[in-house]
Structure formats: structure tokens, C-alpha cells
């Protein structure tokens, strides 16, 4: 799949992706997928997004989201440091009512053998593959690409393969080679202490988690967690 295009300038809740959710009884595979997401509006509603679905409940397996040449861009002022920033991505949320992964918003089925190369810039709960893990397995899993979060007014969590587990989800297998980074715009001393790890962002309840790695590395203010071998990972200043 080339050229899919989300644009979401609405403040209703939703689910977003090629498919906006796929049921208990729903597989698919051995899918490539090259597209850019935006979402746009305010906090009032929750909304779930990837490049794939936004929910899933059913399998999925061998499916890879694939970096455009052409991302979206968005330049942001920085009143700390007085400097622009730019930031090209191919997933774009500004809700931190959310749950923003590569490939899929909000798992509660089975992700297996999948990879996201596909560059995230959000608020909310962000994952390289999944932004929420609500039970459900996610193994063999990689990503390669970077995730920006953007700290406004609550800390959310970022993970390089699952932004945010809980209900017994399994983890297993994976493998996060991108770079965190954690923006702040305010001037004021607010704590920024968003959870941040290699793999997983906040682990509740998780029934499972072994034999994951990373060689990523993780932006300042950020901890790193959740990873047994982690060669090349080091704070950001």
C-alpha cells in the first residue's frame, strides 16, 4: 500500500489507520505500508492511531510500514533555547488524549514478526509499533525509525516498541534501534518526568517481558528502562 493519507482536523474521538480496527476473529499479513497520518483537534475525545489501525483485537503478522521520501514537516519555536525546531514524520498527533504506535494504536489481539520504519512525532502514549498494549502479545517486533514526543501539561509514556502495557500484555523479542526524543517548549520550571524506555514506556501489570535489546539512545529528561543489553544508549543533552 502506497500513498495513504489521514488527515484528521475533527475534535471526535476515532480510530485511524488503513483499517480503523480490526475484530477478534480478523488476521492480516504480509502487508507493506507507505503513508503519512495527521491528526489534528483538541483533547476532548481519545483517539487511537497507526499506520496499519487504529484498534486491533484480531493477528496480525509480517506487516511493515515503509519511511516516505516525502514526510509531513512541522517547524515549532522553542522559547528556552530561542531556536526553530523542524520535525519530518510520517505519523503526526497533536492529542495528548491518545495512543499513537508505527503500526497500530491500541492492541489487545497479536502482533508477531512485524516492523515500523515509519517516523513519529506526537503527544500521548506513543510505541514504535503500539501505542497501547492493553493485554495481547507483541513479539519479534522491530523498529527502526525515530520518535519525538512533545511534553505539554501531563507525562505520558514513550516506548521504543510499546508506548504504554498493562492487563498481562506479553512483550517479547523485540528489538528498538531508534532514537527518543523528548521536547519541551515551556519556560517554567514544571517537572517533565514522562516514562520513557527502550522498549516499553510504562510496564503495568505485564505478564511477560524477556529477551528484548535496543542500540537506540533516549533524549534529556528521559530514563532509560526496560532493556537487558543496551550497547549504544545514553542521555541526550
Not at 510496564?203 to 532493556?227: H, L, P, Q, R, W
Request: proline residues 1%; glycine residues 12%; contains cysteine.
Amino acid at each position: 500500500i502506497y500513498g495513504l493519507f489521514i488527515k484528521v482536523s475533527t475534535n471526535e474521538s476515532g480510530n485511524y489507520g488503513l483499517f480503523t480496527e480490526i475484530a477478534s476473529n480478523g488476521s492480516v499479513s504480509n502487508l507493506y505500508i507507505q503513508g503519512m497520518i495527521n491528526i489534528l483537534g483538541s483533547d476532548s475525545n481519545w483517539v487511537y492511531s497507526g499506520l496499519l489501525c487504529g484498534k486491533n483485537h484480531g493477528t496480525i503478522s509480517h506487516c511493515y510500514t515503509i519511511q516516505n521520501y516525502t514526510s509531513l514537516s512541522y517547524v515549532e519555536y522553542n522559547e528556552s533555547t530561542s531556536t526553530y525546531i523542524c520535525y519530518n514524520f510520517d505519523i503526526y498527533c497533536q492529542r495528548e488524549n491518545s495512543a499513537i504506535g508505527g503500526l497500530v494504536g491500541k492492541n489487545d489481539g497479536s502482533i508477531m514478526n512485524c516492523c515500523n520504519c515509519s517516523a513519529i512525532y506526537s503527544k500521548g502514549d506513543i510505541g514504535g509499533i503500539v501505542g497501547e498494549s492493553n493485554g495481547g502479545y507483541v513479539g519479534t517486533c522491530d523498529n527502526y525509525n525515530d520518535i519525538s514526543y512533545l511534553y505539554f501539561n501531563n507525562n505520558r509514556s514513550v516506548g521504543g516498541i510499546v508506548g504504554y502495557a498493562n492487563s498481562n500484555a506479553t512483550i517479547e523479542l523485540c528489538w528498538n534501534f531508534g532514537f527518543m526524543k523528548i521536547e519541551n517548549t515551556w519556560t517554567d520550571s514544571r517537572s517533565i518526568q514522562p516514562n520513557v524506555g527502550e522498549i516499553i514506556g510504562h510496564a503495568e501489570s505485564v505478564n511477560a517481558f524477556y529477551n528484548n535489546y535496543c542500540e537506540g539512545n533516549v533524549g534529556v529528561n528521559a530514563t532509560i528502562s526496560d532493556c537487558p543489553w543496551n550497547k549504544d544508549s545514553k542521555l541526550m543533552v
